[in-house]
């Protein structure tokens, strides 16, 4: 037998012996020659008895193996193709490797008595002791990846030895074709400059032809890096297809077209903006261009200004840090008006629902909604609860008025309520986690969004009709433009309009933030219908008490970043009063964003507010939460107010290190 293997087998009686010997020797020397006879004669028999059972232990081992060897095709006589090792899973010892093994990482063929870390450092064997026959991690081999796979087996010593047998199978250039296969995968783009009709307004036919060269160089440029196809398919609009071991580059390059076409201005000074939606992982081109599509509107409804990625399972965003620009038309109002009231006029009952803890621009865009109906004859129920919201007053009032006396219901009576002809109006969200009561979401088939938050991953979808602007104030403006074109004056009530108003002031901050020329125009045309600004300013009003406590919360503020004030809250508080703490901060002169967060029950609540460069809802996306650049939310469930800010200062931390 190998020597290795004897020295790993045989027992350290060496010491033992020796001892005997001396004691033998000691019985001499004190001249006890009887006794020194007897531990002669005993040391000898025992010397005889072990070498005889070693012998006999080295011949079991040696069959063993070599059975076990035969077994799999690598006995000693007839070497594996594929490298073979034998250990023994007690203490991890090699006690057997076959040629093939050996020249692969340079180790002596045959039986050895090395540790498995010294053989293959890193590499555990958890995994077969567990009764797995399948190693979790690949092994590289003499520069070859090798799958592993194993056995045990037990030797059919004394002992009954626990071994373990593992072979290594050279799956390099599978790997390779495989690696090839997915890096040269099709991606399919399409690039889209945003605001080509701003940029091109009344601008000369050799301006315009100088401003399409500019766009069609910055953008051949980007593209040329990549081995892909671009085409040209509209004024604005290229469709560009490449592989994905170049998408990988430009997501590591963040896009840079977005930056780049930032340097393109009109001769008003506008600067042009690219969104850039890519379809990849699909089964063929017509899905990856599916995918595309999906992405570019996806963008397009977040605020453009960024690229986003569709694969089968999710979307991944990139860029979006600007501030929304106005691009929209009156058109689309119109056009979306006379749809909505066409499909309430084919239903049997209308729904109109909004977000939980329905603010008044929940309401007020739910109201227009509501009045909508009216005016096609149709009953209008609008779901909400009433114990839990953020419109307490307003919500009185209405419920004064005949016209509203059975509208407001709760989700259980809608349910009930609900048929195959219903149609479910949403405001103010597109998610359908945040909607007041998901499962009547999902039992009426026809729905309508009518939403101005940047679109997140998890959008409502189906819908029938769908008025998103993220450009917009609020939702109550989106539903002010829809009554524009959808009723008569005389009949919007002036409970209506002032509801309408209301929600603006609310998301406007009484028209300091996110404001356009639309918002006013909104408001001035709510003026004209009853709506008085004093009145809606004294629904805004909070008691003694509330002011008070809105005061202790902007106490506890901590500066971070040296302009982001954070209020973290170990009680609970209520949203309107977290909602106007997070505003009130901003007042402060260096503030500009402010987070506040408060327990809920089981979760953590956080209302953030920005006037500076920081989009919150980039900084609360990532912590399930949405909304706008100026404006978002989250809830974090199951977390305590520490836990959930630390994830927030990860979140700023990322957001402002990604610049």
Same mark, same amino acid.
């Given at each position: 037998?190998?020597?290795?293997?004897?020295?790993?087998?045989?027992?350290?009686?060496?010491? $033992?012996?020796?001892?005997?010997?001396?004691?033998?020797?000691?019985?001499?020397?004190?001249?006890?020659?009887?006794?020194?006879?007897?531990?002669?004669?005993?040391?000898?028999?025992?010397?005889?008895?072990?070498?005889?059972?070693?012998?006999?232990?080295?011949?079991?081992?040696?069959?063993?193996?070599?059975?076990?060897?035969?077994?799999?095709?690598?006995?000693?006589?007839?070497?594996?193709?594929?490298?073979?090792?034998?250990?023994?899973?007690?203490?991890?010892?090699?006690?057997?490797?076959?040629?093939?093994?050996?020249?692969?990482?340079?180790?002596?063929?045959?039986?050895?008595?090395?540790?498995?870390?010294?053989?293959?450092?890193?590499?555990?064997?958890?995994?077969?002791?567990?009764?797995?026959?399948?190693?979790?991690?690949?092994?590289?081999?003499?520069?070859?990846?090798?799958?592993?796979?194993?056995?045990?087996?037990?030797?059919?010593?004394?002992?009954?030895?626990?071994?373990?047998?593992?072979?290594?199978?050279?799956?390099?250039?599978?790997?390779?074709?495989?690696?090839?296969?997915?890096?040269?995968? *099709?991606?399919?783009?399409?690039?889209?400059?945003?605001?080509?009709? =701003?940029?091109?307004?009344?601008?000369?036919?050799?301006?315009?032809?100088?401003?399409?060269?500019?766009?069609?160089?910055?953008?051949?440029?980007?593209?040329?890096?990549?081995?892909?196809?671009?085409?040209?398919?509209?004024?604005?609009?290229?469709?560009?297809?490449?592989?994905?071991?170049?998408?990988?580059?430009?997501?590591?390059?963040?896009?840079?077209?977005?930056?780049?076409?930032?340097?393109?201005?009109?001769?008003?000074?506008?600067?042009?903006?690219? /969104?850039?939606?890519?379809?990849?992982?699909?089964?063929?081109?017509?899905?990856?261009?599916?995918?595309?599509?999906?992405?570019?509107?996806?963008?397009?409804?977040?605020? @453009?200004?960024?690229?986003?990625?569709?694969?089968?399972?999710?979307?991944?965003? $990139?860029?979006?840090?600007?501030?929304?620009?106005?691009?929209?038309?009156?058109?689309?109002?119109?056009?979306?008006?006379?749809?909505?009231?066409?499909?309430?006029?084919?239903?049997?009952?209308?729904?109109?629902?909004?977000?939980?803890?329905?603010?008044?621009?929940?309401?007020?865009?739910?109201? @227009?909604?509501?009045?909508?109906?009216?005016?096609?004859?149709?009953? @209008?129920?609008?779901?909400?609860?009433?114990?839990?919201?953020?419109?307490?007053?307003?919500?009185?009032?209405?419920?004064?008025?005949?016209?509203?006396?059975?509208?407001?219901? /709760?989700?259980?009576?809608?349910?009930?309520?609900?048929?195959?002809?219903?149609?479910?109006?949403?405001?103010?969200?597109?998610?359908?986690?945040?909607?007041?009561?998901?499962?009547?979401?999902?039992?009426?088939?026809?729905?309508?969004?009518?939403?101005?938050?940047?679109?997140?991953?998890? $959008?409502?979808? *189906?819908?029938?009709?769908?008025?998103?602007?993220?450009?917009?104030?609020?939702?109550?403006?989106?539903?002010?433009?829809?009554? =524009?074109?959808?009723?008569?004056?005389?009949?919007?009530?002036?409970?209506?309009?002032?509801?309408?108003?209301?929600?603006?002031?609310?998301?406007?901050?009484?028209?300091?933030?996110?404001?356009?020329?639309?918002?006013?125009?909104?408001?001035?045309?709510?003026?004209?219908?009853?709506?008085?600004?004093?009145?809606?300013?004294?629904?805004?009003?909070?008691?003694?008490?509330?002011?008070?406590?809105?005061?202790?919360?902007?106490?506890?503020?901590?500066?971070?970043?040296?302009?982001?004030?954070?209020?973290?809250?170990?009680?609970?508080?209520?949203?309107?009063?977290?909602?106007?703490?997070?505003?009130?901060?901003?007042?402060?002169?260096?503030?500009?964003?402010?987070?506040?967060?408060?327990?809920?029950?089981?979760?953590?609540?956080?209302?953030?507010?920005?006037?500076?460069?920081?989009?919150?809802?980039?900084?609360?996306?990532?912590? @399930?939460?949405?909304?706008?650049?100026?404006?978002?939310?989250?809830?974090?469930?199951?977390?305590?107010?520490?836990?959930?800010?630390?994830?927030?200062?990860?979140?700023?931390?990322?957001?402002?290190?990604?610049?």
């Amino acid at each position: 037998m190998d020597k290795k293997l004897g020295r790993l087998l045989r027992p350290r009686m060496g010491m $033992y012996f020796l001892v005997l010997a001396l004691f033998t020797l000691g019985a001499v020397l004190s001249r006890a020659y009887i006794l020194a006879a007897v531990e002669a004669v005993i040391t000898l028999a025992l010397v005889i008895v072990y070498l005889i059972r070693q012998r006999k232990r080295h011949r079991e081992l040696q069959t063993y193996l070599n059975s076990a060897m035969d077994a799999v095709s690598s006995a000693r006589e007839t070497e594996s193709p594929f490298p073979v090792l034998m250990l023994r899973l007690e203490d991890r010892v090699v006690i057997y490797v076959n040629s093939a093994f050996a020249s692969a990482v340079n180790f002596n063929p045959g039986f050895s008595d090395k540790p498995l870390e010294d053989v293959l450092p890193g590499f555990s064997v958890d995994w077969l002791t567990a009764g797995k026959r399948e190693s979790p991690r690949d092994v590289t081999l003499g520069g070859r990846r090798c799958r592993v796979y194993g056995t045990t087996v037990r030797a059919s010593d004394p002992e009954q030895t626990l071994l373990g047998v593992l072979y290594f199978t050279d799956l390099t250039e599978l790997y390779q074709v495989r690696d090839e296969y997915i890096r040269s995968r *099709p991606v399919v783009a399409i690039i889209l400059v945003d605001n080509y009709e =701003e940029l091109t307004k009344n601008m000369a036919e050799g301006a315009m032809s100088a401003l399409n060269a500019r766009l069609n160089e910055a953008i051949n440029s980007w593209t040329e890096g990549y081995h892909g196809l671009l085409r040209r398919l509209e004024r604005n609009r290229f469709l560009f297809i490449f592989e994905k071991r170049d998408m990988i580059l430009a997501a590591q390059d963040k896009f840079s077209l977005l930056e780049s076409m930032h340097q393109i201005t009109s001769p008003s000074g506008l600067a042009a903006s690219v /969104s850039i939606g890519l379809g990849v992982d699909g089964a063929n081109f017509e899905e990856c261009y599916d995918f595309a599509s999906l992405s570019i509107e996806m963008a397009l409804s977040r605020g @453009g200004d960024q690229a986003v990625v569709k694969d089968r399972l999710n979307f991944t965003f $990139y860029g979006g840090r600007t501030k929304e620009a106005d691009h929209r038309s009156k058109v689309r109002s119109r056009v979306t008006a006379n749809s909505l009231m066409e499909l309430i006029g084919q239903s049997s009952k209308v729904f109109i629902m909004g977000h939980r803890n329905a603010d008044m621009d929940a309401v007020g865009a739910a109201v @227009g909604i509501n009045c909508m109906c009216r005016k096609k004859g149709k009953k @209008g129920y609008i779901v909400l609860d009433l114990d839990r919201n953020a419109s307490g007053r307003l919500l009185e009032e209405l419920r004064r008025v005949p016209e509203y006396k059975d509208v407001f219901i /709760s989700g259980q009576e809608a349910m009930v309520l609900a048929d195959s002809h219903s149609t479910l109006v949403v405001v103010d969200t597109n998610r359908p986690d945040q909607v007041e009561c998901k499962p009547l979401l999902e039992a009426v088939s026809r729905t309508c969004v009518v939403d101005h938050h940047r679109r997140a991953a998890d $959008y409502i979808n *189906p819908v029938v009709v769908n008025f998103h602007e993220p450009y917009a104030s609020s939702a109550s403006e989106l539903v002010t433009e829809l009554l =524009e074109y959808a009723v008569e004056k005389m009949d919007v009530l002036p409970i209506e309009a002032k509801s309408l108003l209301s929600g603006i002031f609310l998301d406007t901050k009484s028209f300091n933030v996110r404001t356009g020329e639309r918002t006013f125009e909104a408001a001035a045309y709510l003026r004209q219908l009853g709506a008085d600004p004093v009145e809606v300013k004294m629904l805004m009003q909070n008691d003694f008490q509330e002011t008070m406590a809105k005061y202790q919360i902007i106490r506890s503020a901590r500066m971070y970043r040296k302009e982001i004030a954070i209020a973290a809250l170990n009680t609970g508080t209520s949203r309107v009063l977290a909602a106007q703490a997070a505003d009130e901060l901003l007042n402060i002169s260096g503030i500009s964003a402010s987070f506040v967060l408060y327990p809920d029950d089981n979760q953590v609540i956080i209302s953030a507010r920005s006037i500076g460069r920081a989009n919150m809802q980039m900084i609360l996306e990532p912590l @399930g939460g949405g909304g706008n650049a100026a404006t978002a939310g989250a809830q974090i469930k199951n977390v305590t107010v520490k836990e959930a800010l630390d994830r927030l200062v990860t979140s700023i931390d990322q957001y402002y290190e990604s610049e």
